[in-house]
C-alpha cells in the first residue's frame, strides 16, 4: 500500500502547479484523501480534502478560489491543481488517505489518517 505524489517544483507568484496524488494497493475512491502541507518552521496543516462520502470538498481557508482537489476513478489518482500560487504557499506537499468519511470538523486532522506518501516540494519565488 502506498501513495506517491508528484508534480512539485519551483513557480514564480501568481504561477500554476499541479500536485498528483497516485496509489497502489488501494482504490483510492474508497477513502477520503487529502493534501496537508508543512512549511519550515512550521505545523503540518490540512489544505484540501475530498472525503469518501459524496465527494464531499473541504478547503483551508487560505487557499480557496485558489486551489482546486479531484478525484479520477479510473487513474486511481487525487489531484490538487494550485493557482495563483503566492510565496507563503511554499511547503512540502503530503497526500494521506484514511477509509472514514471525512466532515467539516475532522477532515484537517492528522490522527485520522493511516496512509502517507512522502511528500513533493513546492516553491513559490521570484
Known amino acids: 500500500v502506498q501513495l506517491v505524489e508528484s508534480g512539485g517544483g519551483l513557480v514564480q507568484p501568481g504561477g500554476s502547479l499541479k500536485l498528483s496524488c497516485a496509489a497502489s494497493?488501494?482504490?483510492?475512491?474508497?477513502?477520503?484523501i487529502t493534501w496537508f502541507r508543512q512549511a519550515p518552521g512550521k505545523e503540518r496543516e490540512g489544505v484540501s480534502c475530498?472525503?469518501?462520502?459524496?465527494?464531499?470538498?473541504y478547503y483551508l481557508d487560505s487557499v480557496k478560489g485558489r486551489f482546486t482537489i479531484s478525484r479520477d476513478y479510473a487513474k486511481n489518482t487525487v489531484y490538487l491543481q494550485m493557482n495563483s500560487l503566492k510565496p507563503e504557499d511554499t511547503a512540502v506537499y503530503s497526500c494521506a488517505a484514511s477509509a472514514l468519511p471525512m466532515y467539516s470538523v475532522s477532515w484537517y486532522r492528522e490522527v485520522v489518517y493511516t496512509i502517507w506518501g512522502q511528500g513533493t516540494q513546492v516553491t513559490v519565488s521570484s
Open positions: 475530498i472525503s469518501s462520502e459524496q465527494d464531499r470538498i
Open positions: 494497493g488501494l482504490e483510492l475512491g474508497k477513502y477520503s
